[in-house]
């Protein structure tokens, strides 16, 4: 079983909603984890970091749940530049996620 | 903004032939990553490297061998190259104070 999973998508949210998913993890020791944003063919890119006070930075919130071992991340007032595939990762074990798929319609 | 560059961008190659891909950075990380990345499977980790004298095995090592000729240069080589090996191939950096990573912009590899 992979150490981290996702749910591939496509999530659609209309521009202007609130979209929101989730990453499981195997590990119930897992503390800490990464969320990353990659768009088309494009290399991926850190978001925010995940620890168990959650995370907060402007639109996009992130939280640990470690009784039901998952992380979130919500988007707030979703702009159509949104649209990507967000990774989870796993700090320091650099296993990551196969990603979700968001597409923000107008 | 890490600085990470991977040469070549592009390549075909045929089975059998040997491969290297490159990756260089300028910011000083002493850590640095080779993934590849498969539709549906996400970034597998191939080998990483702590510092200059360390290497280590990744997830899926097997027919991929590495070298870390310099803090700032890792390359990745495929002996005999297959073409399961066709993928998009990502290195990245990391400084050993966090777990952060930052990538490259990839290599976009295709054995026929």
């Known amino acids: 079983r992979k150490e981290v999973e996702q749910d591939p998508g496509p999530f659609n949210v209309p521009e202007g909603a609130t979209v929101a998913f989730n990453c499981t993890y195997s590990?119930?020791?897992?503390?800490?984890f990464f969320w990353y944003r990659q768009d088309c063919r494009k290399e991926p890119k850190l978001l925010m970091s995940v620890y168990s006070s959650g995370n907060e930075d402007g639109r996009f919130t992130a939280q640990l749940n470690r009784a039901s071992q998952y992380i979130s991340l919500l988007i707030r007032d979703s702009k159509l530049s949104d649209s990507a595939t967000y990774l989870c990762?796993?700090?320091?074990?650099?296993?990551f996620g196969a990603g979700t798929q968001v597409v923000v319609t107008p | 903004d890490a600085d990470v560059t991977q040469t070549p961008r592009n390549r075909i190659t045929k089975t059998g032939k040997r491969i290297m891909l490159e990756c260089s950075q300028t910011?000083?990380?002493?850590?640095m990553y080779w993934y590849r990345q498969d539709p549906g499977l996400g970034l597998r980790l191939i080998y990483y490297s702590f510092d200059v004298k360390d290497i280590n095995k990744g997830e899926i090592s097997d027919g991929y061998s590495v070298s870390r000729q310099a803090q700032a240069k890792f390359s990745l080589s495929l002996e005999s190259a297959i073409p399961n090996q066709t993928a998009l191939y990502f290195c990245a950096v990391g400084q050993s104070s966090s777990y952060e990573q930052y990538f490259g912009p990839g290599t976009r590899l295709t054995v026929t």
């Open positions: 990762a796993h700090r320091g074990k650099f296993q």
């Open positions: 590990n119930s020791a897992s503390q800490s």
């Open positions: 910011k000083g990380h002493d850590r």
